[in-house]
């Protein structure tokens, strides 16, 4: 009986709420592909290809050789893992919740429970980012040569649009909640 029940009740929440339009799923895909070039970059930096810093500046700041092999892979993986949450925002599994996760799995998600940490995380990485961004020109400005600097800046610049694309697909994901069938 209960297994009936919350099939039924899955199936009412994803058939009554209407699809992302072509765009927000796009804008959703988009956010994952917008953290790798940052992701890459710092891969590639722990596997000792030359990025422009100097062995004292790997040494102390990132930990190279010693903690930074675990540390910064660590920080890719979960840099990731967050930009993959945004799909939940245009997935069935953003309405309701795989069956593999522990108490949750195969009920319906609230819209609350997914659009405030969606917004909270898409207004906190716009102000880090932008902060980040405004004080560009005193980041590693004495360890980095111009060339890899610049390399550095276009790899992370692109993180700029991650928070506020995640706020679109979040306000989009709201709406849709919203005016369920």
Known sequence: MTTEVSRDSRRSTALSTPPPSRWMRWTAHAVPLIA???SLWRLAMTVGVPVGYSDAVLRTDYGLPGSGY????????LQELAALLTLGLVSN????????L?????RPVRTWA????AALGALILTVVTFSQYLAWDKVDSGSLDDVHRSVMGWCYAPLLLWGPLLGVVTVS??????RQR
Do not use: D, E, M
Request: hydrophobic share 55%; charged share 10%; aromatic share 18%.
């Open 36 to 38: 790798l070039p940052s």
């Open 114 to 117: 997914a659009v405030v940490p």
């Open 102 to 106: 522990p108490f949750i799995g195969g």
């Open 70 to 77: 675990f540390v910064l892979p660590l920080i890719t993986v």
């Open 173 to 178: 994901y709201y709406l849709r909640r919203r």
């Open 93 to 100: 599994w953003g309405l309701v919740a795989p069956r593999w």
